[in-house]
């Protein structure tokens, strides 16, 4: 089944306590991204890839770290996590970023 | 700069009413619109996609409009159901550079109720 996944579902975490998100795909696709929601907000865009070895800054990329060292996977990186990461995450992928995308479950963060 | 602006915020409708939720955007060079639904709690999923020489595509209940003169989209859905509460999400894509990323507009989404 083609899917988009991400780990962990929920996470709750302290201030400065380094974590990461994991998000893997299995459709071979090049494209992958990371985004957050919040409320009011809609998708906010954090930091995409184009291909292995490929990633760039989004929209709202301050606090976050990714890397794209295989095409199935695209890790978000928080080495010093903040009250205001507090958010709904979501990992997608497509074959082309201007194509459908397939998003993950989601990863509901929260940073006291 | 890029945005796309969806109405209403919000929704509530009786199961088997029809509704209409509007998309706007101010996207240029313009390739493609999207809408998604997104279950609560859960990731995007795609509806229907349009293209600029498409003016109307249905996808069971759902029917997605485009004009491209004016901009704006238009997602119809019939005889509503009680799964149809979700929010729906309008995503616009420029054809700025076919190998940017950076060319996805989001709106920021329609939350649809669907009472019993």
């Known amino acids: 089944e083609a899917q988009v996944t991400q780990n962990p579902r929920y996470l709750i975490t302290v201030t400065g306590k380094k974590l990461t998100v994991t998000c893997s795909q299995n459709m071979n696709h090049e494209y992958m991204s990371w985004y957050r929601q919040d409320p009011g907000l809609g998708l906010r865009q954090i930091y995409y890839?184009?291909?292995?070895?490929?990633?760039d800054k989004g929209d709202v990329p301050e606090g976050y770290k990714v890397s794209r060292k295989e095409k199935r996977n695209f890790p978000l990186i928080l080495e010093s996590p903040s009250p205001n990461q507090t958010s709904l995450y979501f990992c997608a992928s497509g074959s082309k970023p201007y194509e459908k995308l397939f998003f993950g479950s989601g990863t509901q963060l929260s940073v006291l | 700069k890029n945005q796309v602006e969806q109405s209403p915020q919000s929704l509530i409708i009786l199961e088997g009413k029809n509704c209409t939720l509007q998309c706007n955007y101010t996207v240029s060079p313009f390739s493609n619109l999207r809408w998604y639904k997104q279950d609560t709690g859960r990731g995007p999923v795609s509806l229907t996609i349009m293209t600029f020489s498409e003016n109307t595509k249905s996808n069971g209940r759902y029917t997605a409009t485009l004009d491209a003169d004016t901009k704006q989209s238009s997602l119809h859905i019939t005889a509503s159901q009680l799964s149809d509460s979700a929010s729906y999400i309008c995503v616009v894509s420029s054809a700025l550079n076919s190998g940017s990323a950076r060319q996805l507009t989001f709106g920021s989404g329609t939350q649809l109720t669907v009472l019993p």
């Open positions: 890839s184009m291909n292995v070895e490929v990633t």
